[in-house]
């Protein structure tokens, strides 16, 4: 082996481990970021998010994040936009078993919403970026995303962010990964009492009375929560909602 590769070998060695030791010694979240943050960016890695990945159906992702390191403004809009449901990295990220490119996503080859959601981020300052997928047995896959306007993505570069970032799932796991067990509320109080009142075995038109509204808005309320849930009908619904502790029986 050449000197010059040997030292090179030897130095991505060291930043791997160096930040690996820190990152199982932590106990904070944060840390686990700021480490990964601190490497990465030496290859022009400005962002990173480590996450589940749900049903693209899901109308909540942030629930299954364990490592949010975007950028605010391009956190909040792909939230609001409801960008997950067509994002392309996700949607390969589910099924691949290496990492990959943003940029070997063929352009030509995903529909429109998947190429906006793509674009945007450009416009916000993500234009290149890598994706780590990790295949969980019996259980929902994983992924680590990274991405900067301009990044080294030498061979050598993405072996040691590859290293570093499926190390930042697993200690991000060690860490919030049993909090995910007990589900954030995805139920406003109103869905919740109306959804209630659906258990106890009421019409839609037996909960408007009740509470003095509509039956259209009852309707649309109950529509809502099966979309929030991912469910198909109502009585899915409510064995989801009891699950998630949201109403009683």
Known sequence: M???TQRVLQRDLAVIF?????MDGTI???EVIRQLHAKVQTYGFVACLVTDLPNPNTSSLDE???VNGWPADWYDHYMAAGHYRHDP???LCRTALTPFLWSDISRGRIDADARRVMDEAAEFGLREGICIPI????NESAAVTLAGSEVDLTPS????VHALARHA???AHRLVGGLHKQPKPRLSKREREILQWAAAGKTAWEVSRILCISESTVNTHLRNVRQKLDTANIVQAIVEAVRRHEIQL
Do not use: D, G, M, N
């Open 28 to 30: 904070s979240v944060k």
């Open 89 to 91: 990295c996700a949607a």
């Open 169 to 171: 799932y697993s200690a």
């Open 18 to 22: 160096e930040a690996t030791a820190k």
């Open 135 to 138: 295949q969980c047995p019996f």
């Open 2 to 4: 050449p000197k010059t």
């Open 64 to 66: 299954h994040i364990l």
């Open 157 to 160: 570069a993405r072996c040691t």
